[in-house]
């Protein structure tokens, strides 16, 4: 059973909320969420699945609240502090004992995921859930062969099925589509964590 303890760390001169699950184990997993802006936090239903599907395949966990969210401090930076986030819950996770670090991100947190890799940092698996392709401009071929996962509903007006199979091909990713899902995966959670299950941690 996912057993998660809610802890604070420093992401420059802020601190922020996370809820971290130790699964005894030295593979970690860090989880981000979609845009605060519009209301995105750690505890959005896609993000749960990512943590849970992690978590259940031994890893340990930390999903958090980005700047500006819950009750982290400061103030929405377009991404770019967001990153800086990242890096310190990725911080986190290795003072935490774990050595291999994958990282997931839904919608939001995909796009921060997405260009936090172009600085090369050592992770392992990679997991992007509707990363808006369509509306928002995201790294190619320069993080090409990092990315393992990309999941997409095939009705998602921000992740297009044209589009997020071109990208998915810059990237050399594998892609999975799921019928009839839209951006939110209502209803379609269930899928989700199946295709999760399946493929993400086949690799």
């Not at 259940?56 to 929405?76: I, K, Q, V």
């Amino acid at each position: 059973m996912l057993n998660e303890k809610r802890i604070f760390f420093q992401s420059g001169d802020l601190t922020l909320e996370g809820l971290f699950a130790d699964a005894g184990s030295e593979k970690g997993a860090v989880v981000s969420h979609p845009n605060p802006v519009m209301g995105g936090t750690m505890h959005n239903n896609v993000v749960e699945c990512l943590v849970r599907a992690f978590y259940e395949n031994g890893f340990s966990t930390l999903r958090f609240n980005f700047r500006g969210a819950g009750r982290s401090e400061g103030d929405f930076d377009e991404g770019a502090g967001e990153q800086d986030d990242l890096d310190n819950a990725v911080s986190f996770l290795m003072a935490a004992g774990v050595k291999t670090v994958s990282l997931a991100g839904y919608s939001f947190g995909a796009w921060v995921t997405a260009n936090y890799l172009r600085a090369g940092p050592p992770v392992d698996r990679v997991i992007l859930v509707a990363p808006p392709v369509s509306v928002d401009r995201f790294p190619g071929e320069n993080i090409a062969g990092h990315v393992d996962l990309v999941v997409c509903g095939d009705r998602d007006p921000f992740c297009r099925v044209e589009d997020i199979v071109s990208f998915a091909d810059t990237v050399r990713s594998k892609i999975m589509l799921i019928s009839g899902a839209d951006h939110f995966f209502a209803g379609k959670e269930g899928r989700l964590m199946k295709i999760l299950q399946e493929e993400g941690f086949s690799l």
